[in-house]
């Protein structure tokens, strides 16, 4: 893309931005019509053709339509009147994960490479940077050939370390480079942290709905995990928390306060301010999964780690959402107070990261493109989710509820009463769709009504026709 | 090297093998003149240059001498006469291994760059086919840009799981690609292995010494450890396991049976046999951590799976010590029986091994240099290991003993007593001498009087020099 292409993305980009905000907020009603293509582009020193081309990603975004010989009206669209989820009601008592044989095969079929992919919580491989990162490869394994091949130490290689805590400054707290231990993927990350913090029979308390792959670690390591209240908005309950913290003796507390998978939850400040109060106050390690941060719709979200004065904030974060899952290069900044017991696990179970991909995501992040890249995947992804959202909205029956994320690629669905996620998801599959039914999510098997919508991949007819038949499968489910 | 070039090095590599052979076996006596070159040549119908280079290398081994116009003579050699430490005999009651930061230490220590490296069980890079590795690498990410980049199977990318598979005949039993798991090494196939298997608190069977990495990760994950008398030649006391089991609830058994780290132990044929019958017999799960079985001496030892007839074993192999430690990628067959908790605890910790590691092996595997690579390498190995035995025996004080390794590149050395092994350390270091003290192989903190030393690296007078000064502080830690 050139320069001039490209500003002129961003022209036509900002302005459907601030017209969808208006359709959002009720500025622009439904029904209403909107300001014709001249008098906008008056209006905003911009040419037709830039405005054209904002109001056509308005329509593939079901926010208007163009009525012939008369110009754009905003749809009496359902998307921003359909209702989140409500917070959940989980069962006060630390529950065992059993994983059973039936979610082994759900997590699998996720990623069955012939459905439909609206299952596995992946970026569309066309999302990514896979040449540049490539030739990074290359290029590092030409410019030393012994250095890929030697073990790492258990830290992670240098150049990564220092380019990772570069990063850190987004988050609110600087990091410096020893802050940082490089990790097979943010799933070992969070391992790592699991095994640092508590011992075996041990409390966990996560949030309700959590990443099945935390409960899986944590059934994995014999911990047992106790579901707190979660908002679909607003993220983990804290008062909940607090009021659980008061109850049973817990060893760690789990959180995605950013774009949670599989809620898109993001907790306000002042909220993650009081949780890591209650953590410090108490002295409960609290780690953070953060793996979705970089992938906001408006700001930056600050970390934990950021109110945190006496090291009990465990930082977790990830390359797989953002440049290549199969690279399995994730980071921890374990705080002062794990960071040896952290090092310590590391040692004993995979003592390094291995250091080709290491060498070669510093390689690319050292080039400077990252951010480039990221830009532009924020706004793919923030437009794709609010396609699904608005195809879901419309095509589901009554009684549906829906997630609004404010980052990330998932979707939280709420189906009307009386259908089973399990079995909707069990027709999908067999169908040729893939998507996450809600039990997985929940070490005690709740959230039966839900499924969780992946918006990774490029927006198709095939995504559009998916969803017209899972809606359908919904609506017979009803019957 | 052409053809020729190999054929060359064949002959004489052989013929110096057979001589070598008969000093040790004592065929030829200490004192004795070998045949003059032009004789050998006749008999062996070989040219006067490969018998030369024959004699050269018997001299570069410390078994020979040339005296000026006289011929070769068998040296005097305390090598072959130098015992082998005894059998150990640790206590009899489960320990929980604490590590503490003075081995945090040294193990860090035993990989600085600076020192001379008889501390690491690593392979100097020199000796690794890297420039091929990358090649392959680069080959696997120009063919298929995205192939890279997505989350593999947990299990393993196919290619890879079946190159592995075919190489497992060598091992005395087939496998096919299902039965194989990819790992982040060796360590993580442990790792899996043990919370597989067991549970926190358990108590784990294990060598004594053992490897500290499998010690680290007992610890790790909560479990004790129960060490087992192991002789230096034949590994594991079969029957004193017998004797533990039937004294202690044992949730599983680590063993090295093929060049122990760090004895170089090769349990007998018959040996083997017994500790999987006793293992079946008792449903314990007998985990065998095989990391070295690939760089035998003489001949390819089999693996306990051999005689395993109901899944009992649990077999582990690695890279590492063959082809690139960096790249962290082992395997594990778990066997039928623990098949189901192994794939769930990959999937719980890091998800899957990094994709492109995993992809340039299997090409380079494919390509088919790596059983060529193998020969060459065995054989540096053992002559690398025969120089540094030699010139332990020739440099230490009397009351020294010395391991006499069938495979791998490790010695195991017995000091003198009244001599420190952790001081030694001390003063090694200081002295830019990396080695590995015996204290980090025991849980209960045994082999105070023990040394490992790796013969990894190519020989250098650097290397020989090292010998010497440590032979010097051992003897002034005598006085």
Not at 89 to 98: E, F, H, N, Q, R
Not at 301 to 319: A, C, K, N, Q
Not at 346 to 365: E, F, G, R
């Amino acid at each position: 893309m050139s320069d001039a292409d490209s500003a002129y993305a961003y022209a036509y980009e900002r302005l459907a931005d601030q017209l969808a905000e208006q359709v959002r907020n009720g500025t622009l009603r439904p029904g209403e019509r909107i300001p014709s293509v001249r008098r906008m582009g008056e209006h905003h020193g911009v040419s037709v053709t830039t405005v054209l081309q904002a109001y056509r990603k308005l329509e593939a975004l079901r926010l208007v339509e163009a009525k012939p010989k008369s110009g754009f009206y905003v749809l009496p669209e359902r998307a921003y009147r359909v209702p989140p989820p409500r917070v959940s009601t989980p069962g006060k008592a630390p529950t065992l994960v059993t994983t059973t044989d039936l979610m082994d095969t759900i997590v699998a079929a996720s990623t069955d490479p012939d459905a439909v992919p609206l299952g596995a919580a992946l970026p569309d491989p066309a999302l990514l940077p896979l040449r540049a990162l490539s030739r990074s490869m290359g290029a590092v394994l030409r410019r030393d050939v012994a250095s890929g091949h030697a073990y790492g130490s258990p830290s992670g290689v240098p150049e990564l370390r220092r380019e990772i805590a570069k990063r850190e400054w987004h988050t609110g707290r600087t990091a410096a480079p020893e802050d940082v231990l490089v990790t097979c993927g943010a799933a070992e990350a969070v391992s790592l942290a699991i095994r640092a913090t508590t011992e075996a029979g041990d409390v966990v308390a996560v949030e309700s709905p959590a990443f099945f792959g935390t409960l899986q670690a944590i059934e994995g390591l014999g911990r047992r995990a106790l579901e707190i209240p979660t908002c679909p908005v607003d993220g983990i309950d804290v008062d909940a928390l607090e009021h659980a913290l008061g109850r049973h003796r817990v060893g760690a507390c789990i959180v995605t306060p950013n774009f949670h998978n599989p809620l898109g939850s993001l907790m306000p400040e002042v909220e993650k301010e009081r949780l890591v109060g209650i953590a410090c106050e108490r002295g409960i390690p609290l780690i953070e999964d953060d793996a979705f941060g970089e992938l906001y719709f408006d700001q930056p979200p600050p970390s934990l780690r950021s109110w945190d004065e006496d090291g009990t904030v465990v930082r977790i974060g990830s390359f797989s959402k953002t440049l290549a899952p199969g690279y399995r290069v994730g980071w921890i900044l374990p705080g002062s107070r794990h960071m040896t017991a952290v090092h310590r696990q590391k040692l004993a179970s995979t003592v390094a990261t291995a250091t080709p991909p290491q060498l070669a995501i510093a390689d690319y992040l050292t080039g400077g493109g990252y951010d480039k890249h990221l830009r532009k995947l924020r706004r793919l992804l923030r437009d794709n989710v609010g396609r699904l959202r608005a195809e879901v909205a419309a095509r589901f029956p009554d009684g549906t509820r829906l997630s609004r994320p404010r980052g990330g690629f998932l979707l939280w669905v709420r189906l009307p009463d009386g259908v089973d996620a399990l079995e909707l998801h069990a027709k999908a599959l067999a169908a040729g769709i893939s998507i996450s039914p809600g039990p997985i999510f929940s070490p005690s098997g709740a959230f039966r009504s839900f499924v969780r919508l992946s918006a990774g991949h490029p927006w198709s007819e095939r995504t559009e026709d998916a969803v017209d038949r899972l809606a359908a499968m919904v609506g017979s489910a009803m019957v």
